[in-house]
């Protein structure tokens, strides 16, 4: 028996890059603690990172590698020689009959750097080509082309202190109270000790992030432009700007001054839909701040205008002043854990390893010299959304995919399908083989995840960590470093045999001594760090160059920038407007965005019953005006639809959205919602220079659906093989929706509608998953109709359960089974014909940690209870605090409600 070992490491979420200290007994992880000693959180988590040792059910993994051989067949179990043999010989017979470019990588912002590093040797190195671009083309491109055009380097120049240092914080287009929680937290406390310290949210929807707020523009979305040069506008008028600063250390004021002299108050508070007086109030603020930080996140980067965003906040930067200073500075939030290390190690088709550029000779040359090849090749490589149209136009024959999951992720899905389909091969390296990408391998190989893996991650505020093993990986999974270079050796064997390996690592650390070698003299020289360094002295920012003391919290403090004059560059470009206008067919815009408990396509967390308890299943958000105006209810099944595709799902009225604007949850892909998810939707078009897609903006239009036949079912028990079962069965449907629910027995829940009865053999066989056709099993069927109850239960507690037809009584069976106790009454009631009253009432877990419903928490305010009592008397909002922002909500609007009867 083995005792209970702690290693520490890193949360495998986002950009905070919080310190978590893992509780296992070395082959199981057993818990996660927020690490006191890692200076991103110092100790604390978010409702996410406090259930890593939850998620990530071991039943959803992929394990073995698993190989088919031609498209109709299914995969097989191979192993690891033969996979990555047999992916060696279709990539070089591609390379050598169509060319390098005949074949790509598509990696992610989740890899570790040393894996980034690999791959990217890979494709440039050994293959010649670069084809090799990143999910971060979704996230943070728009962001790294700001920082280049204006500062002369991707850097974000701040530290999370500045958060508490700061007197103005603007946040824009980030919903950092869900998105980047424990910055959120920190965020909090400082303006609790500080509350004059002023806080402006700028972001279509009333966000959580809207509780800390002092002014929260609403604006129209995509004008944020208008906005930023507007503000502008009013500093020059009013004289706020830093004519010294401005002189001394930047150039092109000039040209950006006769720009905004067209963004007059009146005009851009029109564009933006905004009061005169606010925006007046928020150039004030950001004028006669002593410092100014601002915030931004996928509101501004997922744009066809994401890089002109950037530019122009980070003008409102340069022309105060505020940069390089305590408190002050334009501070990008990074969304994945390693977007940084991705950046930093070249991992983008434009990019190369130290924050070269692919399309630099120089460059091209010095990299080349250092792994000792001849060159590194000069054809431009292809990014994410021109990668998959490539790869659909049949360009690419081979494609290598890792660790993202592009056919829920990327936009306009019906074309991303349709090159995945087409691809001649495709390799897909994921940890769970549940992604919806998965379908489309020939090669899966299985990879190690969170715990299972060691190396480097940098988070938003260029702080390197060590990320530590703490148990092996399941099956034959491997870490993602070692996979790619395995295939590498396999494959420079048949491309140069005979030459010096490129991929004689052994160990992550290996690989990070020769990367880091390379950003020597470089703006993020790390030359200075390496694994005993960090085991040291624990998490550091860059640069650190070799033989420097410490890392680097802030820079551009001596106003001296990244460029080759020195200077930091105003950008002078108008204002667009977003590609997809309101039309009459189209007269609603789609937003989408993140959920406070929910990864992504949700492979890890959802396989974790609790992080459904916040929201429970995919639902469109409504204006309750355009929602009255199509004469909809909260729940009723809708068709969403936009040029490329729709989806069937029910609505819900939400009074944060703009009227003419509609909202769905990032998350829910094929998987959890029958369709093709919500980037069924979404456009493909691009900002002309990050090349990043539009995601936060399609015009759609949302009409009332008419599915009479319904089905609810719900079972405990092998909820991942059941799941995987049941999924395609409902392919058959116009409607079906999938979560898991419960804490201690989590059971898989699934609802569904047609428009008539199906098939009865069809239900027969969703029961035989169900286990509800035959043992202890209440039954009530009445085929003639097509409807049915029935029931498993096992000393009088419901096991699983199955409603199908018309009259429902789910919600009350529901409660029963959650209760875990029987009625005495239960089969008179479930075999009475109309079937019991179905209780309307919906709930859900605010606060997740310790499991406190919105209901507990409404009855409670409404005895009088404050924020501290409900935190004393229900515990709600103790741990993480992640509900707090919503239940202050919840206590304004409810005491207002008791205001205004009394
Ligand atoms: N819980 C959770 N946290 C995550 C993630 C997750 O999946 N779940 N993912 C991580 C990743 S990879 C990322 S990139 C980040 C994303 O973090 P955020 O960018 O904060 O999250 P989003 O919800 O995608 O979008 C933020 C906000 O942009 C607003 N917005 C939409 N259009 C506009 C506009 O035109 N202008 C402005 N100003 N705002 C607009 C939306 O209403 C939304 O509230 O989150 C990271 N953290
Ligand atoms: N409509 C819309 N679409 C969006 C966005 C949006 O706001 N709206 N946001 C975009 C943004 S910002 C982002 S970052 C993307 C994210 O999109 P994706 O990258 O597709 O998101 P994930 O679900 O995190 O995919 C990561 C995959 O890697 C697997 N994995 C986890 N750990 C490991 C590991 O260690 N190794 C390997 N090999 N695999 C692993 C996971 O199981 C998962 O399938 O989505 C983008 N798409
Ligand atoms: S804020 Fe939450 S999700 Fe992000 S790194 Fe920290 S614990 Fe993980
Ligand atoms: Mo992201």
Redesign the pocket.
């Known amino acids: 028996m083995s005792s209970t070992q702690t290693t520490a490491s890193t949360c ?1 979420y986002c950009g905070v890059g919080c310190g978590v200290l893992i509780e296992h007994d070395g082959e199981r992880i057993l818990g996660v603690r927020g690490d006191p000693e890692h200076p991103a959180n110092l100790g604390r988590l978010c409702s996410k990172g406090a259930n890593l040792h939850l998620s990530g059910d071991l039943a959803a993994r992929a394990r073995y590698p698993e190989l088919r051989l031609g498209k109709q067949l299914a995969r097989s179990r191979s192993d690891w020689d033969s996979a990555l043999d047999h992916a060696a010989a279709v990539f070089a017979e591609s390379i050598r009959e169509h060319g390098p470019d005949s074949v790509a990588f598509y990696v ?4 570790l750097s040393e894996d980034y590093y690999a791959f990217n040797k890979l494709a440039r190195a050994l293959i010649g080509s670069n084809n090799i671009d990143s ?1 971060s083309r ?2 943070m491109s728009s962001a790294v082309v700001g920082y280049k055009r204006s500062l002369g380097a991707d850097a974000p120049p701040c530290s999370y202190e500045d958060l508490e240092l700061s007197d103005c914080v603007m946040i824009a287009g980030s919903n950092m109270a869900y998105a980047h929680p424990v910055l959120f937290r920190r965020l909090e406390a400082a303006k609790a000790q500080r509350p004059e310290m002023k806080v402006i949210v700028i972001d279509p929807r009333r966000t959580d992030t809207c509780e800390l707020a002092d002014l929260h523009l609403a604006i129209q979305p995509g004008t944020d432009v208008a906005l930023f040069h507007g503000i502008l506008h009013l500093l020059l008028w009013e004289g706020w700007v830093d004519r010294a600063f401005i002189e001394a250390h930047t150039q092109g004021f000039d040209e950006l001054k006769a720009l905004v002299r067209d963004y007059g108050p009146l005009a851009v508070a029109e564009i933006c839909g905004i009061r005169v007086e606010d925006l007046q109030r928020c150039a004030e603020w950001i004028g006669r701040a002593p410092s100014f930080l601002s915030l931004w996140c ?1 509101g501004l980067n ?1 744009s066809t205008a994401g890089s002109a965003k950037n530019s122009a906040l980070i003008n409102l930067h340069l022309a105060t002043g505020q940069i390089g200073r305590p408190g002050a500075g334009p501070f990008s939030l990074t ?2 854990p390693n977007a940084m290390g991705g950046r930093e190690t070249g991992s983008l088709a434009n990019l190369l390893p130290g924050h070269r550029e692919a399309a630099n000779p120089e460059h091209r040359a010095e990299v080349a010299r250092y792994w000792g090849v001849d060159d590194l090749p000069a054809t431009p490589g292809l990014t994410a959304v021109e990668l998959f149209d490539a790869v659909r136009a049949g360009r690419i024959k081979a494609l290598w995919i ?5 056919a ?2 990327l ?1 306009n899905q019906q074309q991303v399908r349709q090159a995945l389909e087409a691809c001649p091969f495709v390799v897909v ?4 083989a549940s ?1 919806e990408t998965c379908r489309y391998a020939d090669l899966l190989l299985p ?4 715990g299972e ?1 060691e190396g480097t991650v940098t988070n938003s505020e260029r702080r390197i960590s060590h990320v530590r093993r703490a148990i092996a990986a399941p099956g034959e999974a491997r870490a ?1 470093w070692a996979i790619a270079c395995d295939f590498g050796r396999r494959l420079e064997r048949r491309l140069r045999p005979g030459q010096p390996s490129l991929f004689a690592f052994d160990q992550p650390q290996a690989v990070f001594d020769e990367y880091r070698q390379l950003t020597r003299g470089r703006d993020l020289d790390i030359s200075g760090i390496d694994y005993a360094l960090l085991d040291r002295d624990g998490p550091q920012q860059w640069p650190r160059p070799a033989g420097a003391q410490r890392g680097t919290p802030r820079l551009y403090s001596d106003g001296r920038f990244a460029t080759a004059s020195g200077r930091a560059q105003f950008i002078a470009e108008t204002y667009r407007a977003p590609q997809e206008r309101r039309e009459a067919r189209y007269p609603l815009i789609l937003n ?2 993140r959920l406070r408990d929910q ?3 949700m ?2 967390t959802g396989t974790l019953a609790q992080a459904f308890g916040h929201v429970e299943e995919a639902r469109l958000g409504l204006h309750p005006a355009d929602m009255r105006r199509r004469h909809l209810n909260d729940g009723q099944l809708v068709r969403l639809a936009s040029r490329r595709g729709s989806l069937v799902l029910p609505v819900q009225s939400d009074d944060n959205l703009l009227p003419g604007q509609a909202f769905l949850p ?1 998350h829910w892909g094929e998987r959890f919602l029958k369709g093709l998810g ?2 069924a939707l ?1 456009l493909p078009t691009v900002d002309p220079l990050s090349r990043q897609p539009e ?2 903006h399609a015009a759609v239009e949302v009409s009332a659906v008419e599915l009479p036949w319904q089905f609810f079912a719900l079972v405990e028990d092998q909820v991942q093989a059941r799941f995987a079962a049941l999924r395609p069965l409902f392919e058959a449907l116009d409607y079906a929706s999938f979560s898991l629910v419960g804490r201690e027995r989590p059971a898989l829940q699934i609802r569904a509608a047609h428009a008539s009865p199906p098939d009865p053999a069809w239900l027969q066989r969703i029961d035989a998953v169900l286990e509800l056709n035959d043992g202890p099993v209440l039954a009530y069927d009445d085929p003639r109709r097509a409807q049915g109850k029935r029931v498993r239960l096992e000393e009088g507690r419901i096991l699983g359960l199955r409603l199908a037809g018309t009259d429902i009584a789910y919600d009350w069976l529901k409660a029963l089974w959650l209760s875990g106790e029987s009625d005495a009454d239960l089969r008179r009631k479930l075999l009475a014909p109309a079937g019991a009253q179905s209780s309307t009432t919906t709930d859900k877990t605010l606060c997740s940690c310790m499991n406190v419903s919105l209901s507990r928490i409404r009855g409670a305010i409404a005895k009088g209870l404050d924020l501290d009592g409900l935190k004393r008397e229900l515990g709600c909002g103790t741990q993480c605090g992640s509900c707090v922002p919503e239940i202050k909500r919840l206590l304004a609007s409810e005491s207002g409600a008791i205001a205004v009867n009394a």
């Open positions: 495998c992610s912002g989740q890899l999910n979704l996230c996928m997922q969304g994945q890792a660790c993202t999951n592009p829920q992720s936009p390296q994921e940890a769970f992604s990879a190690s995840s969170w893996k993602d989408t965005g990864w992504h396509g492979t890890r990032m919500v980037n979404t995601l936060k």
